[in-house]
């Protein structure tokens, strides 16, 4: 049986950018005022969520490849 891990959902800008290190991609998703950030590491998916104003700064900060969802 496989075992199959649940999104992990994180409020802290600054582990957001710690864990972006080692993300293979994010991928952004835009709705209305909210952006969720997607961080796709090996072993787990971290989410995000900000404004736009900063979820444009931040990206700026990623070294992962981005993909607009």
């Known amino acids: ?11 802290s800008e600054e582990e957001f950018l710690r864990i972006a290190k080692t993300a293979e991609e994010c991928r952004v998703k835009k ?24 979820a444009d700064e931040l990206q700026g900060k990623l070294g992962c490849s981005i993909v607009d969802l």
């Open 1 to 11: 049986m496989e075992i199959i891990y649940l999104p992990r959902e994180i409020t």
């Open 31 to 54: 709705s209305g005022d909210v952006v969720k950030l997607k961080l796709r590491t090996k072993g787990e998916l971290v989410t995000f969520k900000t404004n736009p104003n900063k």
